[in-house]
């Protein structure tokens, strides 16, 4: 049973463009909502992560949006970059740090 | 400086062998977990200690057995290799047991023929 569910599967945008990644989830439990960012050959990297006592936190051109109610949340990436080219996973953590990924999202920026 | 080191890199064996793989944490950190990547790219956990304790346990074969002998380590050793555990392995680690940010390993590629 997938526990949240991340779309789009992949993404092309232009550069300078704007990238929208989407994640649902249907349990309440979580409280910790982390973006990961993964480049070919390399291990996962924490890029941006939010609670649900806010909806919004914005780090530079990337900015989470929480949606409490609809049990939704995204990643916006503003004035994408060639070099944001990565798979992006949403992930779900309660309790014990266990992080529940999505299933990644593999963006293209091109030039 | 490395933070979270795995070894090998790349691993490729025979259906039936037994093989470990090992990561090392150089961040202080008490929490230790293993993941599990398809083909697909799918991220799964498998494992997590803290302190040495194992504190979760996912719906893991038993041919599969994590061991920390410290906490700056936690080594996965895999008996009676099926083709189906060909993946890659991360490993990671957090400062708790709790909502923390984890830090990933360069991953472990195991290829099972």
């Known amino acids: 049973q997938q526990q949240v569910k991340q779309s789009p599967q992949s993404l092309i945008v232009q550069k300078g463009g704007i990238s929208i990644i989407n994640c649902a989830y249907e349990?309440?439990?979580?409280?910790?909502f982390p973006w990961y960012q993964q480049f070919p050959g390399k291990g996962p990297a924490l890029l941006i992560a939010?609670?649900?006592?806010?909806s919004e936190k914005k780090e530079g051109r990337f900015t989470i949006s929480f949606n409490k109610s609809a049990k939704q949340f995204s990643l916006h990436i503003m004035d994408s970059q060639p070099g944001d080219s990565a798979t992006y996973f949403c992930?779900?953590?309660?309790?014990?740090?266990?992080?529940?990924f999505g299933a990644g999202t593999r963006l293209a920026v091109h030039p | 400086d490395t933070a979270v080191s795995q070894t090998p890199k790349y691993l490729v064996t025979q259906m039936g062998n037994d093989k470990s793989i090992k990561c090392e944490q150089n961040?202080?950190?008490?929490?230790m977990y293993w993941y599990k990547q398809d083909s697909k790219k799918f991220l799964k956990i498998m494992f997590s200690?803290?302190?040495?304790?194992?504190?979760i346990n996912e719906t893991v074969p038993n041919r599969f057995s994590p061991k920390s002998p410290d906490k700056a380590h936690l080594n996965l050793h895999i008996n009676s290799l099926e083709l189906g555990d060909s993946a890659v392995y991360f490993c990671?680690?957090?400062?708790?047991?709790?909502?923390?940010?984890?830090?990933f390993g360069p991953g472990t590629r195991l290829t099972v023929l």
């Open positions: 990671a680690s957090s400062q708790e047991p709790s909502t923390d940010t984890q830090y």
């Open positions: 349990n309440t439990a979580f409280d910790y």
């Open positions: 939010i609670r649900p006592d806010v």
């Open positions: 992930a779900l953590s309660g309790g014990y740090n266990k992080l529940i």
């Open positions: 961040l202080g950190h008490d929490t």
């Open positions: 200690y803290n302190n040495k304790e194992l504190i």
